[in-house]
């Protein structure tokens, strides 16, 4: 059964950092994408960041610059490294993996909460 538990989140004051983990059962190799996505309360769930299995990354506009996203093949583990918090970046953070299965399919963990405030 495919898992993808995600850890990390928590309480932090603007300008401030956080590292989210994402552990995937299973190999991260039968992942073509893996990423993360945010929830905030009353918005829909948006991109912030994804890496290939090449390694290639792709961030939100509001992301590029402040997070970085990387993955560890040995330890099948993706981050989320989120440095410079705002306010704005509170919200429920998801790990995605999308595999091939005769048609793109989506996994997702079940989320962990960043709350950025003073």
């Known amino acids: 059964q495919v898992q993808l538990v995600e850890s990390g989140g928590g309480s932090v004051q603007p300008g401030g950092s956080l590292r989210l983990s994402c552990a995937v059962s299973?190999?991260?190799?039968?992942?073509?994408?893996m990423g993360w996505y945010r929830q905030a309360p009353g918005h829909e769930r948006e991109m912030v960041a994804t890496?290939?299995?090449?390694?290639?990354?792709n961030y939100a506009p509001s992301a590029k610059g402040r997070f970085t996203i990387s993955r560890d093949k040995a330890k099948n583990t993706i981050y989320l490294q989120m440095t410079s918090l705002k306010n704005e970046d509170t919200g429920v953070y998801y790990c995605?993996?999308?595999?091939?299965?005769?048609?793109?399919?989506?996994?997702w963990g079940q989320g962990t909460q960043v709350t950025v405030s003073s």
């Open positions: 995605n993996g999308r595999a091939w299965e005769g048609g793109e399919a989506d996994y």
């Open positions: 299973g190999s991260i190799e039968t992942y073509y994408r």
């Open positions: 890496i290939t299995r090449a390694g290639f990354g």
